[in-house]
């Protein structure tokens, strides 16, 4: 059973973060260095715990948050580096590329670089709300939409760090490192992410780009445990849609099991999108391969439907 994780992060000298701040001050200072590691440290891990492959992407919020000029170079610097590690571990190492979405057109430019020159399957854009002030339905972004669409290959779309108004509205008079957690992997990334890929299905973006595949992790963050909810209130009636919401998640997304470690949310997650769109991930660093190995073992499924979720969809969708 060949076995494909999707969110597995690194990141470059330029672009991680300094000692004692950022994920590190949060997390771990212990996360440096596996984050760094795209050769021999990275594929021991994976060995352990039975991973053949890695999509590897940078750690958000990777140059998203730098100005024009500066993300550009940043994005390039890290899309090279990762294609260096992918030609020497073929295969056991794909790339999604990092682009700077501060500038929509230069980000779909240097997407068709990473897809066409560097070989990579994709992208992912960590929350454009918290690195640049509008969400991926706004007007600006079509250019790297329509470019994604264009090019047939899917955005991951993963959380940042949420703007700091935001931040002190909803996390004020919290101890600081609790509310960065709060704010982040314990709840608000995942609230946001979902957010974010409602406003794209009702603000139309699937309908303007048909074609588009968006990858979200985290068992789907929140939305199959609010999926009959949501349909319920945002009616084609109240939306203007031509359909259910659903309809246009379970046709232009798929969700992957990153940093869940649970059988209640994977399962939920099944039943609602299907066996055919949940894609096995593990969030490596910031979590252990060998959990996320345990709960994919620990699925009750058939050994058919085992394969696809370990790796056989997710090489059908970036054609892996």
Not at 196 to 213: E, I, K, M, Y
Request: net charge negative; glycine share 8%; with cysteine.
């Amino acid at each position: 059973m060949r076995t494909i994780a999707l969110e597995e992060h690194f990141w470059t000298p330029a672009l991680a973060s300094p000692p004692g701040a950022g994920v590190l001050a949060l997390l771990g200072e212990d996360l440096d260095a596996p984050l760094r590691d795209l050769g021999e440290g990275r594929l021991a891990a994976m060995d352990a715990a039975g991973i053949d492959v890695q999509v590897i992407s940078h750690n958000a919020p990777a140059a998203q948050h730098l100005p024009a000029d500066e993300a550009l170079t940043r994005s390039q610097e890290a899309n090279d580096l990762l294609a260096e590690a992918v030609k020497a571990h073929p295969d056991r190492f794909a790339g999604f590329a990092t682009l700077p979405t501060a500038d929509p057109p230069a980000a779909a430019d240097e997407l068709e670089r990473a897809v066409t020159g560097l070989g990579f399957v994709g992208a992912i854009v960590h929350s454009t709300l918290g690195t640049n002030g509008t969400f991926l339905d706004d007007p600006s972004y079509e250019p790297l939409l329509a470019r994604a669409e264009r090019l047939d290959v899917p955005l991951y779309l993963h959380p940042s760090r949420p703007p700091a108004a935001l931040a002190d509205i909803l996390f004020h008079g919290l101890p600081p490192r609790l509310a960065g957690l709060l704010a982040t992997s314990a709840w608000g990334w995942h609230a946001e992410a979902g957010l974010h890929t409602l406003r794209l299905v009702v603000n139309g973006v699937f309908d303007r780009h048909p074609g588009l595949r968006l990858i979200i992790g985290h068992c789907g963050e929140m939305l199959p445990f609010m999926m009959d909810r949501i349909d319920a209130v945002l009616t084609p009636q109240r939306t203007g849609l031509a359909g259910q919401v659903s309809e246009y998640l379970l046709r232009n997304v798929w969700v992957t099991t990153s940093g869940i470690f649970s059988l209640p949310p994977l399962l939920c997650t099944l039943q609602v999108f299907g066996i055919d769109r949940v894609l096995f991930s593990v969030d490596y660093p910031f979590a252990p391969n060998a959990l996320g190995r345990a709960v994919l073992d620990a699925l009750p499924l058939s050994p058919a439907d085992k394969e696809k979720v370990a790796g056989a969809n997710a090489a059908s969708l970036l054609g892996l």
